[in-house]
């Protein structure tokens, strides 16, 4: 089964040519140790929330734009073994100066439940990062297999739902905080890319109508889900 890592983080505006190089330098150190693609996205249409949005979850602070990124690998042995290799890799040393504040980036790993749609480089992303009950997963895998078709049906090229597994807690941001979770919650972390944010637009002005894709409140508490638009600045 596929396997995603996923990353939020704040990065100076000022810093963004920087960061895409840097991301560049990251993917191919990810390909080298096993990822199949590397995608980070700039955000764009990212509102604020009543009580969570990509803003708290990262801390941000004046002149820092969030971003949502992952990285995909074949299973979850692959992650994990690309994971050990990299506390020894020389490559990632080289790294070690990074043009944003590392100790404010949230990441975890997440097992894909449900993944539709085509292969491809996106021209937008929606990003979205939910709080699920544990015992809720198969519930919450159905409501994804149900909605994503209504998704393609209006354009988007991909979706995937995945499900917290290896996420850790971290000491000033993470992603139990980002979404609020409670005692009994994982995380899910979706994404849906679209072939433009045109297409993307146009697209949830109907499907905002569409009772059928409008959460469930027995499956998740989506009032602490936080959602946003991004524009893809790096997918290799």
């Given at each position: 089964m596929s396997y995603i890592d996923g990353f939020v983080l704040a990065v100076p505006a000022a810093n963004k040519d920087q960061y895409i190089a840097h991301a560049r330098q990251g993917a191919?150190?990810?390909?080298?140790?096993?990822?199949?693609?590397m995608v980070e996205t700039w955000a764009e249409d990212v509102p604020h929330g009543?009580?969570?949005?990509?803003?708290r979850a990262t801390k941000l602070e004046e002149g820092e734009v969030p971003l949502f990124s992952w990285v995909e690998y074949p299973d979850r042995a692959t992650r994990k073994k690309a994971g050990e290799a990299m506390m020894s890799d020389p490559d990632v040393q080289a790294m070690s100066e990074m043009p944003f504040d590392a100790s404010r980036m949230i990441y975890g790993g997440f097992e894909v439940l449900y993944d539709t749609g085509?292969?491809?480089k996106p021209g937008y992303v929606d990003g979205m990062i939910s709080p699920v009950p544990?015992?809720?997963?198969?519930a919450?895998?159905?409501?994804?297999?149900?909605?994503?078709?209504?998704?393609?049906?209006?354009?988007?090229?991909?979706?995937?739902?995945?499900?917290?597994?290896?996420?850790?807690?971290?000491?000033t941001t993470d992603f139990q905080r980002a979404v609020a979770t409670?005692?009994?919650?994982?995380?899910?972390?979706?994404?849906i890319e679209w072939p433009s944010r045109q297409v993307r637009d146009a697209a949830w002005k109907i499907l905002m109508e569409d009772p059928r894709i409008a959460p469930d409140p027995k499956?998740?508490?989506a009032s602490r889900s936080?959602?946003?638009?991004?524009?893809?600045?790096v997918d290799l």
């Open positions: 191919d150190l990810f390909k080298k140790l096993g990822a199949t693609r009543k009580q969570t949005d990509f803003y085509a292969q491809g544990v015992a809720n997963k198969e919450y895998r159905a409501a994804a297999r149900a909605q994503a078709p209504l998704l393609i049906e209006h354009g988007a090229l991909r979706v995937v739902d995945t499900w917290g597994d290896d996420v850790p807690a971290g000491e409670r005692d009994d919650e994982t995380i899910g972390f979706s994404i499956i998740w508490d936080i959602t946003g638009g991004f524009a893809p600045v």
